[in-house]
């Protein structure tokens, strides 16, 4: 059992490129969400989904797209770096329900540099 | 809409001292869900305590336990018995009992045991 599982750890891009992180669980889990991570900001929701075929805005959603055709899979895109979007991105999913935690189980991280 | 305040950036503590990490939040649910969460060197998010707002008990895990007062709207951290790998950045942080992927964070304390 893996977990959530997230790559590429480390990404360079310049200006204007465009990427897709891909995150992963094999948890079965019906919720799934993208996180960034800038200094001195704690964590901020960018996208959730929950459950293939349903996706939706958090509270920093521009500039990235998301889909989610698999329970398994829930990849972030970025359609064209800028500078503003180096960050640490994290993916979390969470199952609920029938007793469970509501425990969000967090991915390692993919540090982006964007110059 | 919930806001997550951490009003101390830093905090540093004695091995084996007991140490405590202040949280406070904005909310006008009446059900819903506290958390702390690790953030050691490594990146990866690691779950502490979580504390349901309708339990009026506080939660306890081991030499972690918190202080939850409801009508304050406050949500303390302790650790007792401090240990160096309990070095790490910890954030607070909420979640509506109806929508599993909004986890609010707060800004986060970086807390250093001094051996």
């Known amino acids: 059992n893996a977990g959530v599982t997230q790559t590429p750890k480390f990404q360079v891009l310049k200006t204007g490129q465009s990427m897709t992180l891909q995150c992963a669980q094999d948890m079965n889990h019906e919720y799934m969400s993208w996180y960034r991570q800038d200094p001195g900001m704690g964590l901020r929701l960018i996208h959730y989904?929950?459950?293939?075929?349903?996706?939706d805005q958090g509270e920093v959603p521009n500039g990235y797209n998301v889909s989610r055709s698999t329970t398994e899979d829930f990849p972030l895109r970025l359609l064209s770096a800028a500078p503003s979007q180096t960050s640490v991105y994290f993916c979390a999913s969470t199952q609920r329900g029938g007793g469970y935690s509501y425990e969000q189980y967090f991915g390692p991280g993919t540090r982006l540099t964007v110059t | 809409a919930q806001t997550v305040t951490q009003s101390q950036p830093e905090m540093s503590v004695q091995e084996a001292e007991t140490v405590t990490l202040s949280c406070t939040y904005d909310?006008?649910?009446?059900?819903?869900?506290l958390f702390w969460y690790k953030q050691p060197p490594s990146r990866q998010m690691i779950l502490v305590i979580r504390q349901e707002a309708y339990k009026q008990q506080n939660a306890t895990e081991n030499r972690f336990s918190v202080n939850f007062q409801k009508a304050a709207k406050s949500f303390s951290l302790k650790i007792s018995d401090s240990q160096l790998g309990d070095t790490a950045m910890y954030f607070c942080?909420?979640?509506?009992?109806?929508?599993?992927?909004?986890?609010?964070f707060g800004t986060g304390t970086r807390l250093q045991v001094f051996p």
């Open positions: 989904s929950v459950g293939a075929g349903i996706t």
């Open positions: 909310t006008s649910e009446n059900n819903y869900y």
């Open positions: 942080a909420f979640m509506k009992s109806h929508n599993t992927d909004k986890l609010i």
